[in-house]
């Protein structure tokens, strides 16, 4: 196969990526701002917000279906222009009611511009050989959109630039979602199907062998994943007292992925022999190493040795199960597959995140806060058991656990 259209591919997505998550972290980071500047009281500021977050996270359910019988490339270019729309809508806004109207707009287009880029993404790698690669360069430049966006947009914030923070992302959305368009025309994606859009499709989902296991071993992996932005941040806020140095973790965090994502994807593809269920066995067992850090090591240095055995298990994880469910899935629903994955992701995030504050509070006010981060390695253990577990009694896992993929 010629390599050069492949690597074509994996530029433009890539950049895809970085352009549109740059619009993402520059809106998330000053939206609190923009709408306190403007006057909304905390009851509505709270409100929009949830509404703008819901909205990014779950509007791509219910269009899924729709979208797995549209073009990959159409689907980014109307997510994008919607979006921008949104954006363009929240500029001129003055009230609540067209403020709520703009962020769900720009919140639906975001929400379908991150599941069609996802089916790019996986057509992309359907011409490689190692499909993790693809997914860890996305995963870079989603790091590099985060750690660049953020301080632009909050020092343009700063200097009362609200409105040139959102023309710039508008620009963004709409630069990214036509070049998207334009360049990605000849690749072959998956043209609209016969029949009509139908609810049956995510039933039709969890009975592919092997997706239901799959989603609760991905569900476990973001319950780990979650206690980084939110036990973390207590424990060093809180039981440190040193929450000025909180920050300096997080950008830690963000630089080891852009710096060592592809390194460690090369050498846990290699040593796997490409099975992404070995991976994934091996992310949890890190997991739990990072978790022991706090207990073993004092204070502040014992957070930056969780955070940097952290991040391996979570350049580990995060590309294999991208290539574990196309493994599973092959090219059919891939759009539904990734909305079932989002929810999958969201409640493992968030459930482990709330779970974890509170348990950590809990144990904190009883003098046990230390033996919280042994608890957690705990779990880490008993979710590779259950890995396994769930491996044996599939076919479908099975499967992909026997030969490389």
């Given at each position: 196969?010629?390599?050069?259209?492949?690597?074509?591919?994996?530029?433009?997505?890539?950049?895809?990526?970085?352009?549109?998550y740059?619009?993402y972290?520059?809106l998330?980071?000053?939206?609190?701002?923009?709408?306190?500047?403007?006057?909304?009281?905390?009851?509505?500021?709270?409100?929009?917000?949830?509404?703008?977050?819901?909205?990014?996270?779950?509007?791509?359910?219910?269009?899924a279906?729709?979208?797995?019988?549209?073009?990959?490339?159409?689907?980014?270019?109307?997510?994008?222009?919607?979006?921008?729309?949104?954006?363009?809508?929240?500029?001129?806004?003055?009230?609540?009611?067209?403020?709520?109207?703009?962020?769900?707009?720009?919140?639906?287009?975001?929400?379908?511009?991150?599941?069609?880029?996802?089916?790019?993404?996986?057509?992309?790698?359907?011409?490689?050989?190692?499909?993790?690669?693809?997914?860890?360069?996305?995963?870079?430049?989603?790091?590099?959109?985060?750690?660049?966006?953020?301080?632009?947009?909050?020092?343009?914030?700063?200097?009362?630039?609200?409105?040139?923070?959102?023309?710039?992302?508008?620009?963004?959305?709409?630069?990214?979602?036509?070049?998207?368009?334009?360049?990605?025309?000849?690749?072959?994606?998956?043209?609209?199907?016969?029949?009509?859009?139908?609810?049956?499709?995510?039933?039709?989902?969890?009975?592919?062998?092997?997706?239901?296991?799959?989603?609760?071993?991905?569900?476990?992996?973001?319950?780990?994943?979650?206690?980084?932005?939110?036990?973390?941040?207590?424990?060093?806020?809180?039981?440190?007292?040193?929450?000025?140095?909180?920050?300096?973790?997080?950008?830690?965090?963000?630089?080891?992925?852009?710096?060592?994502?592809?390194?460690?994807?090369?050498l846990?593809?290699?040593?796997?022999?490409?099975?992404?269920?070995?991976?994934?066995?091996?992310?949890?067992?890190?997991?739990?190493?990072?978790?022991?850090?706090?207990?073993?090591?004092?204070?502040?240095?014992?957070?930056?040795?969780?955070?940097?055995?952290?991040?391996?298990?979570?350049?580990?994880?995060?590309?294999?199960?991208?290539?574990?469910?196309?493994?599973?899935?092959?090219?059919?629903?891939?759009?539904?597959?990734?909305?079932?994955?989002?929810?999958?992701?969201?409640?493992?995030?968030?459930?482990?995140?709330?779970?974890?504050?509170?348990?950590?509070?809990?144990?904190?006010?009883?003098?046990?806060?230390g033996?919280?981060?042994?608890?957690l390695?705990?779990?880490?253990?008993?979710?590779?058991?259950?890995?396994?577990v769930?491996?044996?009694?599939?076919?479908?896992?099975?499967?992909?656990?026997?030969?490389?993929?």
């Open positions: 196969m010629n390599s050069h259209p492949v690597r074509r591919s994996v530029l433009y997505i890539t950049a895809h990526y970085i352009m549109t740059l619009g972290y520059g998330v980071s000053t939206l609190v701002v923009t709408l306190n500047k403007a006057g909304f009281r905390a009851e509505q500021i709270a409100m929009l917000v949830i509404l703008f977050t819901l909205t990014t996270k779950a509007a791509k359910i219910p269009l279906p729709w979208l797995d019988r549209m073009a990959a490339t159409k689907s980014v270019l109307i997510g994008c222009v919607m979006a921008a729309a949104g954006f363009m809508l929240l500029y001129s806004a003055k009230d609540v009611y067209l403020t709520a109207c703009a962020l769900a707009l720009s919140g639906t287009g975001i929400s379908i511009n991150a599941l069609a880029s996802k089916q790019l993404a996986a057509a992309t790698s359907d011409m490689m050989e190692n499909r993790a690669k693809l997914f860890s360069i996305t995963y870079i430049g989603i790091n590099i959109a985060a750690a660049a966006a953020a301080p632009l947009a909050l020092y343009l914030a700063a200097k009362g630039q609200y409105q040139l923070v959102l023309i710039g992302i508008a620009v963004s959305y709409c630069v990214a979602g036509v070049v998207t368009f334009l360049n990605f025309g000849k690749l072959g994606m998956k043209r609209p199907g016969g029949g009509a859009p139908s609810f049956l499709a995510y039933w039709k989902l969890l009975y592919v062998p092997g997706i239901p296991p799959f989603l609760l071993i991905n569900f476990f992996c973001w319950l780990l994943y979650g206690q980084l932005f939110n036990v973390l941040a207590l424990y060093v806020s809180e039981t440190l007292a040193q929450p000025g140095k909180l920050g300096w973790l997080y950008t830690m965090n963000a630089l080891l992925v852009i710096a060592l994502q592809l390194l460690v994807t090369h846990a593809h290699r040593w796997s022999g490409g099975k992404p269920l070995g991976i994934v066995r091996s992310s949890y067992a890190t997991f739990g190493l990072a978790f022991i850090m706090p207990f073993i090591l004092p204070g502040y240095i014992g957070a930056l040795a969780f955070v940097l055995v952290f991040t391996f298990a979570e350049m580990m994880f995060a590309p294999s199960m991208d290539v574990l469910l196309l493994s599973l899935i092959g090219q059919e629903s891939r759009a539904v597959a990734y909305s079932v994955l989002s929810i999958s992701t969201a409640l493992g995030e968030s459930l482990g995140g709330g779970m974890g504050v509170a348990v950590y509070r809990w144990m904190a006010d009883y003098g046990h806060a033996q919280f981060w042994l608890a390695a705990g779990l880490s253990l008993l979710c590779i058991v259950v890995a396994y769930l491996q044996e009694s599939s076919a479908g896992l099975r499967a992909q656990a026997a030969g490389a993929v």
